[in-house]
């Protein structure tokens, strides 16, 4: 929502700024300019970028036009989610958490969270970590590193759309030179016309220039750094998974490390100690 407010205010202020000097509006309104500059950024972008990072920046692009949703409910299921694992763990046996963690799109545990049944990436990351305690055989030092090196992967993999967007974003002003120059190359045929119609054919190159700095700084940048903002946004879920992961299979109590999964959330979306406390408290698993 705050995208669109955003992009709205970005071109109500030119539009209305060019406006008040006495501009006219349909003078920006240079078709060719924007095929050259949408169609060589589109070419570059196609060029540069594999098909799974396009895919992702489409996704990233459609999720900033929605509300980010999350909140610290979202957080709280995901902990409560936690505290269940660890607490049957515990009670029954971590042996009895292998066909949940196997198939978890099967498994009425995680069926009772839905927050987590509809992230994927959190949902694998969570499972593949809960098999190598299943399995056993994997110290918690090393299972700490594993988790680490997993993250630091899928955190510089989150990065690339944001990353690939803005290397577009830092070319656009260059394609608008691109632009103008070929206004001006038009232009020169014309020289000896009248004076307006070469009035008019300058002042169409010069909106190339315009454009691309206005698509770079004015859309494209600030699109860069929502996704950047998403991807950020989504790591929250796996490190706290992480965290948790790691500190009970140094032995710590379900709630000691469901406490350790809830303080790596930054305190814009997590939740209290007591609501947390209270929300794992209505959990019972019961002994087989």
Known sequence: MFVIIGMSVVAAAVMGGFMLEGGNPL???????????????LGALLISTPKT?????????????????????????????????FQTARV??????????EKPEESALFAKYPVIMTNHQALEFLTDSMKLLVVGGVPAQELELL????LEVQEEEGKKPAHTLARIADSLPGMGIVAAVLGIVITMQAIGGPAAEVGHKVAAALVGTFLGVLLCYGFCQPLSAQIEHQAESQELFLKSIKAGVVAYAKGMPPIVAVEFARRVIVSDYRPGYGQV?????????KPN
Not at 27 to 41: D, K, N, R, S, V
Not at 53 to 74: A, D, F, M, R, W
Not at 92 to 101: A, I, Q
Request: aromatic share 8%.
């Open 27 to 41: 003078l920006l309104m240079q078709w060719a300019e924007f095929l050259i500059i949408g169609g060589t950024a």
């Open 53 to 85: 990072t396009l895919v992702k920046i489409i996704h990233y692009l459609l999720g900033s036009l929605k509300p980010s949703g999350l909140n610290p409910e979202k957080f709280t299921e995901l902990l409560q989610l936690l505290y269940e694992i």
């Open 92 to 101: 029954k046996g971590l042996l009895t958490l292998e066909e949940h963690v």
């Open 147 to 150: 988790l680490d090196a997993d």
């Open 277 to 285: 406390e209270e929300a794992c408290r209505m959990i019972k698993v």
